[in-house]
Nanobody, 125 residues
C-alpha cells in the first residue's frame, strides 16, 4: 500500500487549503482507518484527524475543531483534509497514514503505520 499526499502550499493566515491523499495497492479503503498527522519544526508528530468510513467514526484534535474537516472519496480511494481559517500554528508537514491491511485487504486494528511522504503547509501572518 502506498499513500501520496498533495495540496500543501503557502497561504496567509485566515486562508484555506485542501489536502488530498491517494491510496494505491490492495486495501479495502472503506474498512481501514485513515488519518492525518502533522509535524511542526522542532515538535513531535501530532495526530490531527482520523476516519473509518464503515463505522462512520471521525476524530478531530481540539486545536483544529470547527476549522478542519476530514473526508473520503471511496471510489477514488482518496482521503481529504479541508483546512479553513488557517493560523501560523498550523504550519507543519502533513502526513497521511493508514493501517497495514491483512492479505485480504481488510483492516482489523487501530494503529496507523503506513505513511505518505508528507506535504508542507506554511501559513504566514
Amino acid at each position: 500500500v502506498q499513500l501520496v499526499e498533495s495540496g500543501g502550499g503557502s497561504v496567509q493566515a485566515g486562508g484555506s487549503l485542501k489536502l488530498s491523499c491517494v491510496a494505491s495497492g490492495y486495501i479495502v479503503f472503506a474498512v481501514c482507518k485513515m488519518g492525518w498527522y502533522r509535524q511542526a519544526p522542532g515538535k513531535e508528530r501530532e495526530l490531527v484527524s482520523t476516519i473509518r468510513a464503515t463505522e462512520r467514526t471521525t476524530y478531530v484534535v481540539d486545536s483544529v475543531k470547527d476549522r478542519f474537516t476530514i473526508s473520503q472519496d471511496l471510489d477514488k480511494k482518496t482521503l481529504y483534509l479541508q483546512m479553513n481559517n488557517l493560523t501560523t500554528d498550523d504550519t507543519a508537514v502533513y502526513f497521511c497514514a493508514t493501517e497495514t491491511p491483512q492479505p485480504s485487504g481488510y483492516c482489523y486494528g487501530e494503529d496507523l503505520n503506513i505513511w505518505g511522504q508528507g506535504t508542507q503547509v506554511t501559513v504566514s501572518s
